[in-house]
């Protein structure tokens, strides 16, 4: 864990951070003192109440970007965004995703290839804006998010597998070009996560078979984590404040699960 305020004067961009895990990990990294620059599709004027009350609550500045990641030049406008209004970035998580559910033989080639540029490409590209002054500051930490589908299979889900599986050999490649320097790179592997997708999942099958909501959680997460609970935000959250402390000096390119067990199956 690091101390309060052991961020402060960095500077952090967080995309598809205007909820669910993102916004746990912008919100624990402005509890450190960063300043943060959240993302995302939404209207800005309905995100700046959330801003505002970041700002408040923990005396940081923070602000917000609206971009379409499809978009290469979205992404590099985002990055210039995030300098701009915060300064050089010391701190970036690459956490928006999209995904489709379908088999591959239905799969649309264009969700195909927005996944690709979403999950991949939009990373690998801020990725390469934010290093030269990452090495000027002496300070980095980037942070890719994967998921246990970039390490086991499942079906109707080829985009995500592949992006995901996809994100851990960038990781790699990332930590290896940075190795010896002052920034570094890791790929955190959330199991399942109670964001709102899966909530709404679970009310879904609250509806069709009658079941509670503790039921709904258990016939959910069935065969994946052992600890039969979703994983808290706050532990993945928690994971990246660790790496962005001295204790992560001397680690780089780990791909660090946090899965309830899944993966000891």
């Known amino acids: 864990m690091t101390d309060v305020r052991s961020l402060a004067g960095r500077n952090a961009l ?19 003192g960063a300043n943060i620059v959240l993302h995302g599709l939404d209207d800005p004027e309905m995100i700046k109440p959330l801003g505002q009350a970041i700002e408040d609550e ?3 500045r923070a602000a917000y970007c609206r971009a379409d990641l499809r978009e290469p030049s979205a992404v590099r406008a985002m990055v210039q965004y995030s300098g701009e209004t915060i300064g050089p970035v010391h701190i970036l998580i690459n956490n928006a995703v999209v995904r489709h559910f ?5 799969f649309p080639i264009e ?9 991949v490409t939009a990373a690998f590209l801020a990725t390469q804006m934010v290093l030269p002054g990452m090495r000027d500051a002496q300070y980095g930490r980037i942070f890719n998010m994967t998921s246990v589908y970039g390490y086991r299979g499942t079906v109707n889900r080829v985009d995500y597998v592949t992006t995901k599986t996809a ?4 990781t790699r490649a990332i930590a290896l070009e940075t190795a010896g320097g002052p920034v570094t790179c890791h790929a955190l592997m959330p199991g399942s996560v109670l964001t709102p997708l899966w909530s709404d999942r679970l009310d879904q099958m609250m509806t069709e078979e009658g079941l509670t909501r503790p039921e709904a959680e258990v016939r959910f997460l069935d065969g994946k984590q052992p600890s039969g609970r979703f994983v808290d935000t706050d532990s993945v959250a928690d994971v990246l404040m660790l790496l962005c402390g001295p204790a992560g000096t001397d680690m780089n390119g780990a791909i660090l699960p946090i899965e309830g067990g ?4």
């Open 14 to 32: 967080i995309t598809g951070s205007v909820g669910g895990l993102g916004l746990a990990m912008a919100r624990k990294l402005a509890s450190a």
């Open 111 to 119: 969700r195909w290839n927005e996944a690709l540029a979403v999950n």
């Open 262 to 265: 899944w993966l000891a199956r």
């Open 167 to 170: 994100i851990q050999g960038l």
């Open 58 to 60: 923990f005396g940081v």
């Open 102 to 106: 379908a088999c591959i033989e239905d």
